[in-house]
């Protein structure tokens, strides 16, 4: 019944995504069938699963997926892996995944000639492609570059950095002297800042940035390097798998044998600062070239280190030439070597009680006594001032004897060794800064137009222990991944705002709160240890436990015992603190910070380095602003010292163009060949690949202004398309090449691309002149259509308008007609009927000259009499006709002047008729008068009624004045309610928002917990599952069973209606469910059945549009958009009230509405058509779809539940849709005649 057999990724902790079949639609979780062997059924949460395409995926840019999501993302770069296109693109930004191997011809000469111009996916995506771009931006928008290069430790980073300096320097001709100086730094560089670690045999132990500089004419001129917080600690110690910096391994092995007799230098485990792995890296053939006596027991017995790109023996003179190429003179080189040297000697000094020294102090070992010598050989001061200046220390009496006496004050033997490393490290610290210097002054540049800048700066580090250097580093990385979110994710978003591109919005974690975390002046971690440093007596106990003080309650910060590792647990409040970045929680060990963060050397040490007598340790010290001297408040910090830098750079990086590169590290065995899924996506997600690509499945890429876009290609382009407007040419190029409508987009000052389509738009543009021309012609022909639809709409235009003046006139005349109507007859009214009212009277004369006739005597008086009375009403009559304006009152005066003299007259004649007439004349003249009585009754009841009349007119006018008045009132009323809504909507997105916080920081614990089991794999530690303690001691719930926290809102909206129900259904499958609906008789469980069941469809259907393909829109759709749109603007409080409405049950109701397919044209006929729906309670029983040339689709819930709309009733609207609700017998006609059987009411339901 139920068809899932949907292709999925699903995620898996070992390899990112497996993929898998959908075979079941849990209440929290969906159940997968992995279709690999080997892989067992699992059940995911559905926000951990993502849509999946039949084929293997190989694409240059990830934005060309069908799918854009991790998942895929993910696949994409480990197919192209095994195949060596180590190489993808997420819109501009490059994802290299380190081969450890040498891929042929990837970066060869041709290679890069190849990339010579070349817009970003005109050929296969490469480091050349980035570092081309930079130049071209550079030319284009007069702005100088950044590429900044980031990724783990082991990534790639150092090796990308290389290939770009090589093609920024080489692109044009052969490298020349100023390139190739450039070029020069990196063995240099590497030399004396690399050192093998567990994570990489090549590891960058300082961050750079390096500016090639460019003139006017864009010819490299100089350039320059910033370097940033050598790792000091590893001068004196190395863990048992590390080394210390290439250097020494490089005296040792390859220097040649004068030089290393000169300064004493022996095999590596002749010295203590070596005493981490003390093999070389040695192919077979130099192995055998270095002697047994410069090999350390180890090497001998293992052999030698191997890596494709590190030889110590041949290094050294790599090295060595490289030093000559800077402008090194050989003394020079000598001396940098003999600091290197020194170093390695005076590690060699060691200690001992002096058991005549009365204070507790120390003495040199007698063995070590050589090694003093050596040492203040090489550093040019007498063998008894190193002695006294490292096992004491000179301190000013404050009080006793005279203020200000100098004593020496001895040293314990812990002292004494600190003192000897603290010399070393800034002995070291020195050289490096002073190598550095020279390489900057060797490429000097006088005028520089512009740089491009690339920066490679070690990536996000955690470790067991972490110190100051970690903090420090990790710190780097979330300014770099603000800014990065800042310039893709946030600038981007604005961009489209702007233009009104209409894409949704994408939500990415804001950084910024570690960030004040760590460097914010009130008190920020680095303020506070400032602080502390500058106290009397310093404690790192007391730093600490103010820093806990003052972010008491800050999600990203939380006591060590919060750490998922159990090593970290160990420590105790004030030893440590745990930050969670961005990339995972780091637990940090504060016990060195304060050491670490002063490297200014005691006053002793200091006195004797000024008086050396080596001209190479003057150069390194002379520029000291460290001294102790100048007293303990005014001492740079190293933590402030890299705050500073750190902010120069990003306000370098603020002001250029900014190009990314993201390495990927692909295993930790540093092996070609082997793709660890989980540990890649891991990087993918914390370097905001991820985020992009899922903004990029609505964005766009590739912009160009207009006018820009115009110039570009005017030249291609006949004379008369060069005369259009900027605008218009662009809007007939993109319209006449037969692009994919979807792929562009015009903005209001630019045109944007969907990833891709820039490039096909250059191809199509730079094709042969052949294709050209019938693009041309298309263009044109697009020009003239495009005119003729323009003026066409315009006629159409002025004959609506003429059309509308005609019809308006008409209206207006006859408005006119009727007003004058009536006002004649207002006024002409009482005239007429005055008329008739006077001329009435003459019938009365008529009947009194009948009567008079019969008179014997007086007749012709009398009949004069009348004659006169009729002229009078004549003359009356006449008046009434001519004068218009005449008074109503003044025609009632003459009806009743002539009426009077009319009855007088009668009277008269009645008087004589009695005089003749006997009793019944009498009577018949009593009739008449009762005859005009009635009339006279008859024209009062007339006036009566059109008072009446009027009297109704008046009262319907106020009636009317009534409705308005209440209309007015039911407009405020619904404006007084569409401003409640509006607040109750605010106030439900602004759960909203608290709801996605709450699920960032769900989303972050799960980062933290895949750091500490990455962690805890390489360092056979242990990870405690427990709930970590919080602050007051009860188990912290947010941060346990991660697995189970990470879920959709729905989901947890839905969990809670759950927990309210009688039944609990979560554990129930879901063709259970199903056949409960069908089976069951208990109307209860039924009910809840259902709901479950259609709950569980609508969060399928919701999880299958959040992850539809990137080129179709709307498939499948189930019901009219109408209806489903509705479903989201309905509250969530009124779709579970009415879903559970027992009342709902058993009423069966059937709609009808217009259903006009998505996918159809709209002005096409025969999409239009009629979707059906039978309800059955609250869900959907049957679905009916017609449309007049398409075969009907008839749907029954049980069979088609997954094409069916799975809304409730309520949450459609249908009820409320006016026409929509239809009778039975329409719905059961139209669904017999189409096929349907008639519908078998389920279980005794009707
Ligand atoms: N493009 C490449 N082709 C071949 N090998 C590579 C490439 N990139 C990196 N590697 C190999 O990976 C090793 C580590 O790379 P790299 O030193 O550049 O890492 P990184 O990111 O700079 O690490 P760290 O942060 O420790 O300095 C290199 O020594 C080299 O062997
Ligand atoms: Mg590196």
Redesign the pocket.
């Known amino acids: 019944m139920l068809d899932l057999a949907d292709l999925v990724w699903a995620r898996d902790p070992n390899e990112g995504y497996i993929q898998g079949k959908l075979s079941e639609l849990g209440a929290h979780e969906y159940e997968i069938i992995p279709t690999e062997k080997g892989y067992q059924k699992r059940s995911c949460n559905i926000d951990d699963i993502f849509p999946s395409c039949e084929n293997k995926s190989d694409h240059d840019d990830n934005c060309e997926l069908m799918f854009l999501n991790e998942a895929t993302l993910l696949d994409n770069i480990k197919n192209r892996y095994y195949k060596d296109k ?1 190489y993808t693109y997420v819109a501009n930004i490059l994802i ?1 995944v ?6 042929k011809d ?2 060869s000469k041709a290679t890069i000639k190849s990339y010579n111009g070349k817009s970003i996916g005109e050929m296969p995506p490469h480091v050349y492609a980035i570092a081309d771009k930079a130049i071209r931006d550079m030319r284009v928008l007069k702005v100088s570059q950044s590429i900044i290069v980031s ?11 290389k ?1 770009l300096l090589r093609y920024l320097c080489d692109s044009v001709e052969a490298a020349g002297q100023i390139e190739q100086k450039i070029l020069d730094s990196n063995p240099i560089l590497e030399a004396f800042g ?1 050192a093998k ?1 567990i ?7 300082f961050g750079k940035f390096i500016e090639v500089h460019y003139d006017t004419k864009y010819q490299v001129v100089g350039g320059f390097i910033s370097h940033y917080l050598l790792e000091k600690s590893r001068i004196c110690t190395q863990s048992l798998e590390e080394r210390n910096y290439h250097i020494f391994y490089l005296l040792c092995a390859g220097a040649p044998q004068s030089l290393r007799d000169k300064f004493h230098i022996g095999k590596p485990d002749d010295y203590r600062y070596l005493a981490g792995c003390t093999q070389y890296f040695a192919s077979s053939i130099t192995d055998k070239q270095i002697q047994n006596t410069q090999k350390s027991k180890d090497h001998i017995q293992k052999g030698s280190l191997k ?4 030889d110590d023996f041949i290094d050294f003179k790599e090295l060595d030439q490289a030093l000559s190429r800077i402008g090194l003179n050989e003394s020079m080189r000598t001396e940098i070597y003999g600091i290197v040297a020194a170093v390695l000697h005076l590690g060699n000094i060691a200690f001992e009680e002096n058991p005549e020294d009365t204070r507790g102090g120390c003495r040199i070992m007698q063995e070590a006594e050589i090694s003093l010598e050596i040492a203040s050989k090489l550093i040019g001061c007498d063998s008894f001032e190193l002695r006294q200046a490292l096992t004491s220390r000179v301190m000013q009496s404050k009080g006793g004897g005279v203020k200000g006496t100098i004593i020496m004050v001895p040293l314990k033997i812990q002292e004494a060794k600190n003192a000897r490393d603290a010399l070393a490290k800034a002995l070291y610290s020195r050289l490096f800064d002073f190598v550095v210097s020279l390489i900057n002054q060797s490429i000097p540049f006088q005028k520089s137009s512009y740089y491009i800048g690339v920066l ?1 700066i ?2 996000f580090e955690y470790f067991p222990q972490n110190s100051l250097e970690q903090f420090c580093i990790n710190y780097c990385n979330e300014k770099l991944q603000k800014f990065f979110n800042d310039n893709i994710l946030a600038n981007e978003q604005d961009l489209y705002k702007r233009e009104g591109l209409n894409v949704p919005e994408i939500k990415f974690t804001d950084n910024q709160d570690i960030i004040e975390l760590i460097e914010s002046k009130a008190n920020g971690i680095f303020t506070l240890l400032d602080e502390e440093s500058k106290l009397p007596k310093p404690s790192f106990v007391h730093f600490t436990s103010e820093v806990h003080a003052a972010w008491n309650g800050h999600f990203r910060i939380s006591l060590p015992r919060a750490s998922r590792l159990k090593i970290h647990r160990s420590l105790r409040d004030d030893e440590g603190f745990l930050i969670r970045h961005f990339a995972g929680a780091v637990c940090y060990s504060t016990n060195q910070f304060i050491e670490k963060n002063n490297d200014a050397l005691h006053a002793s040490l200091e006195c004797l380095i000024q008086e050396s007598g080596n001209s190479m340790m003057k150069k390194l010290f002379s520029s000291n602003n460290n001294s102790v001297t100048k007293g303990k408040l005014s001492f740079i910090s190293v933590g402030s010292k890299f705050k500073t830098q750190l902010q120069e750079l990003m306000d370098k990086l603020e002001k250029n163009g900014t190009n990314f590169i993201r ?1 990927i ?1 692909p295993n930790s065995r ?1 092996t070609d060949h082997e793709f660890e899924g989980g540990l890649a996506l891991n990087q993918l997600i914390c370097s905001g690949t991820a985020s992009v690509l899922e903004l990029m499945s609505f964005g766009f890429p590739s912009r160009v202004p207009f006018a820009e876009l115009y110039n570009m290609y005017k030249s291609y382009l006949p004379a008369d398309l060069i005369k259009l407007a900027p605008r218009t040419f662009c809007e007939a190029m993109l319209h006449s090449l037969n692009l994919n409508s979807k792929d562009f987009k015009f903005g209001i000052t630019k045109v944007f691309f969907r990833p891709g389509t820039y490039v096909q738009f250059d191809r199509i543009m730079k094709s042969d002149p052949e294709n050209l021309k019938v693009i041309v012609q298309n263009v044109k022909k697009w020009l003239v259509r495009s005119r003729w639809k323009k003026s066409v709409h315009c006629a159409i235009c002025v004959i609506k308008i003429k059309n509308r003046m005609i019809y308006k006139n008409k209206c207006v005349v006859k408005a006119q007609k009727i007003i004058r109507g009536w006002l004649a007859r207002r006024q002409h009214r009482p005239r007429y009927k005055g008329i008739i009212k006077v001329n009435a009277l003459r019938k009365n004369l008529k009947e009194m000259e009948t009567i008079v006739n019969q008179l014997k005597n007086e007749r012709d008086t009398m009949l004069k009499q009348l004659k006169d009375i009729d002229q009078q009403i004549d003359t009356a009559i006449k008046k009434i006709k001519s004068n218009e304006k005449i008074k109503s009152q003044e025609i009632d005066g003459y009806y009743f002047m002539l009426n009077g003299k009319a009855n007088q007259q009668m009277n008269t004649i009645k008087i004589k008729l009695q005089e003749q007439k006997n009793a019944e004349e009498q009577e018949r003249l009593r009739q008449i008068q009762l005859k005009m009585e009635a009339e006279r009754k008859a024209k009062e009841e007339e006036e009566r009624r059109i008072r009446e009349e009027e009297e109704n007119r008046r009262k319907k006018a106020e009636m009317e004045l009534r409705r308005k008045q209440e209309e007015a009132e039911r407009l405020r009323l619904e404006e007084e309610d569409r401003r409640a809504a509006l607040l109750l909507q605010a106030q439900l997105e602004k759960e909203a928002q608290e709801d996605s916080k709450y699920r960032q920081q769900l989303e972050q614990e799960r980062r933290d917990h895949e750091l500490a089991l990455r962690l805890a794999q390489e360092s056979n530690g242990q990870i405690d599952e427990s709930p970590t303690m919080s602050r007051n001691g009860t188990p912290d719930m947010a941060l346990s069973n991660h697995n189970r926290l990470i879920r959709s809102e729905a989901i947890r909206a839905q969990q809670q209606i759950i927990g309210k129900q009688k039944y609990d259904l979560s554990k129930w499958k879901y063709s259970e469910l199903r056949d409960a609906i069908n089976t069951s008789c208990d109307i209860e469980l039924l009910e809840a059945c259902r709901h479950e069941f259609h709950r569980r469809l609508k969060v399928y259907h919701a999880w299958k549009a959040k992850n539809r393909k990137r080129t179709t829109m709307d498939e499948n759709e189930r019901a009219p958009r109408s209806v489903m749109e509705n479903a989201g603007k309905i509250p969530l409080r009124t779709q579970q009230k009415s879903s559970s409405d027992p009342n709902s049950v058993s009423i069966h109701r059937y709609f009808r509405i217009p259903f006009m397919r998505p996918n159809g044209n709209t002005n096409d006929n025969t999409n239009r058509g009629w979707w059906y729906a039978h309800f059955d309670g609250s869900y959907v029983a049957r679905q009916m779809e017609l449309h007049a040339e398409k075969p009907p689709i008839l749907l029954i819930a049980g069979v088609d539940d997954m094409q069916m709309c799975e809304l409730s009733l309520e949450e459609t609207g249908l009820t409320r849709k006016r026409g929509a609700e239809i009778l039975e017998h329409e719905f059961n006609r139209e669904w017999e005649r189409h096929g349907g059987k008639p519908y078998k009411v389920q279980n005794g339901k009707s």
């Open positions: 180590i290299a380190n081969p450890y191997k040498e891929i990837l970066y990724g783990e430790s082991g990534a790639g980073k150092t090796e990308s950095t290939y690399n670690t994570r990489n045999n090549n590891s960058s132990r890596d494709p790109i590190l490679d070690a990536g390495c590290k540093m």
